[in-house]
């Protein structure tokens, strides 16, 4: 371990330190008597995080790092060889705080030589020394705190309230299609136990009965394989079949033919069944393929609504991550597409929004925390819709940059002016009217990819061309 050298700094020393080099011979002889150097061995862990906070550091030589603890992960927050750097006890002479446990980690990245002093009576010398500064420093402090842990609550309620805002919209049409087409189903299913009862007491013979079915069989092939008109060629289709109908007496014309229209339904093909199905049976014998017909899209509707629901809550587990928290080798297009898709309600009634993904085909994967990044694509995609309220064009573009993944959002939309590019990653910075920007989600995603994944969030902006560019290195940043 360590092996402390029974040195004293002199007072001239101690005033080289920048820490030090404003104050009187009484103090710096005060802090010559109480303090002492020490050495640590390359790969030492000065103090842990969370340790009783006992000593106060002043780097003399050496390169050090620090770090914390986030989740499971260690950060680390800095690495430097600047003599005169300071870590430890440092908030020991701030009453109220109960900073008695050090904040982070420190370690010796080389071997070190540190000036130590004793955390308790440093910090009684100093509030002696500089009373007004303290309690300044102490409102300042305070103050620190309870914005942070106040910036940390609504860091989570933001993501939270993107995510279920995005999800119930998203939710509510596949859910009420799909309550809708279950009722209308039941409708259907009942008249065609009807129709059957009628078929059944009208003495049709089985044969007939046969074609009916094989009728129904073929109409719902057809339907599956039927080509999709347009607005313009329904109507004219409609009109057709109408008029076929009517002209073959079957009755509820009007009503029918949508339905056969959107099932690739023909007059030649009703021509052709009028040669097979006798002719008293004709127009039970339509009815009865067009239940069939509109049983079978209801099922598909049905089926197209769960399916759209299931995509959905893949999306949002995706999105949220909720069941991975560590580091991982991701791919940084599935949880653009996974955002993209939460997010869709907004683009769509944003109006007038072209949205242009241009994802690179052959991307490698990075390590990164993706629910996280989730939050930076949403807060970044989300600004660029705001930026946009009269329509235009939102990129979502992916590349390879030699040891990094660049992804770039980009609108079309006012533009940021020069001074305010450095503001805007401030948090609490916001130009949108109160209740609508809370001024966080830059601050949130410049944070998440440059401490969190040792990469870099830039911005370029000129009216109607505005980029942020987030690039994330292939492999993890060291801690
Ligand atoms: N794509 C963009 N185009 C124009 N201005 C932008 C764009 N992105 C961000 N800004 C500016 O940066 C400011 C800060 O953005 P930030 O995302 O941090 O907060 P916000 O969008 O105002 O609020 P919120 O916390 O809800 O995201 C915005 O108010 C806006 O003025
Ligand atoms: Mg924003």
């Not at 990653?425 to 009217?433: D, V, Y």
């Given at each position: 371990m360590t092996e402390p050298l029974p040195q004293r700094l002199q007072p001239e020393e101690l005033k080289t330190l920048f820490l030090f080099e404003a104050l009187d011979d009484e103090k710096l002889e005060w802090l010559s008597a109480a303090g002492r150097v020490e050495q640590r061995a390359a790969g030492t862990v000065v103090f842990a995080e969370?340790?009783?906070?006992t000593c106060f550091f002043v780097l003399l030589d050496g390169m050090v790092s620090m770090h914390r603890q986030v989740e499971d992960t260690e950060v680390e927050v800095v690495r430097t060889d600047h003599r005169g750097v300071y870590a430890g006890?440092?908030?020991?002479?701030?009453?109220?705080?109960?900073?008695?446990?050090?904040p982070s980690s420190f370690r010796a990245i080389t071997a070190c030589t540190f000036w130590v002093v004793d955390a308790e009576s440093f910090g009684e010398r100093i509030r002696e020394w500089f009373p007004m500064a303290m309690h300044l420093l102490e409102g300042l402090m305070l103050g620190m705190r309870n914005s942070q842990s106040m910036i940390a609550g609504r860091e989570r309620l933001l993501s939270l309230g993107r995510l279920s805002a995005g999800l119930t919209h998203e939710l509510n049409n596949p859910a009420a299609a799909a309550v809708r087409a279950t009722s209308a189903l039941r409708e259907r299913v009942s008249k065609m136990r009807r129709k059957l009862a009628h078929l059944a007491s009208a003495d049709v013979d089985s044969e007939a009965l046969m074609a009916l079915t094989e009728l129904q069989e073929t109409a719902v092939e057809r339907m599956v394989k039927a080509e999709k008109l347009s607005p313009i060629e329904v109507g004219d289709a409609e009109d057709a079949l109408s008029d076929w109908l009517e002209a073959h007496d079957v009755d509820d014309a009007w009503d029918l033919a949508p339905a056969l229209v959107a099932a690739g339904v023909t007059a030649d093909w009703l021509s052709e069944v009028a040669d097979t199905v006798p002719a008293e049976l004709l127009a039970d014998g339509i009815h009865w393929v067009t239940y069939a017909l509109e049983t079978e899209q209801l099922m598909i509707e049905i089926e197209d609504s769960t399916d759209r629901i299931s995509t959905l809550v893949n999306a949002a587990k995706q999105y949220s991550q909720v069941d991975r928290a560590t580091f991982q080798d991701i791919d940084v297009r599935e949880g653009l597409r996974s955002t993209l898709t939460m997010l869709h309600y907004k683009i769509k009634s944003a109006g007038n929004i072209t949205l242009v993904k241009d994802l690179a085909t052959d991307l490698p994967t990075i390590p990164a925390h993706p629910a996280e990044l989730n939050q930076v694509w949403t807060n970044l995609i989300d600004n660029a819709i705001q930026a946009m309220p009269d329509g235009g064009t939102l990129t979502v573009r992916t590349a390879r940059e030699n040891d990094h993944v660049l992804v770039e959002v980009g609108d079309t939309g006012v533009g940021i002016p020069k001074a305010l590019h450095n503001k805007i990653?401030?948090?609490?910075?916001?130009?949108?009217?109160v209740g609508e920007g809370t001024g966080l989600g830059l601050d949130i995603s410049y944070r998440v990819v440059t401490?969190?994944?040792g990469g870099d969030l830039r911005v370029q902006s000129e009216p109607g061309n505005t980029w942020f560019q987030v690039r994330l290195p292939l492999v993890r940043p060291t801690s």
């Open positions: 969370g340790e009783e906070a006890a440092t908030q020991s002479f701030v009453r109220g705080l109960d900073a008695t446990r050090y990653f401030e948090p609490f910075f916001t130009t949108k009217p401490q969190r994944h």
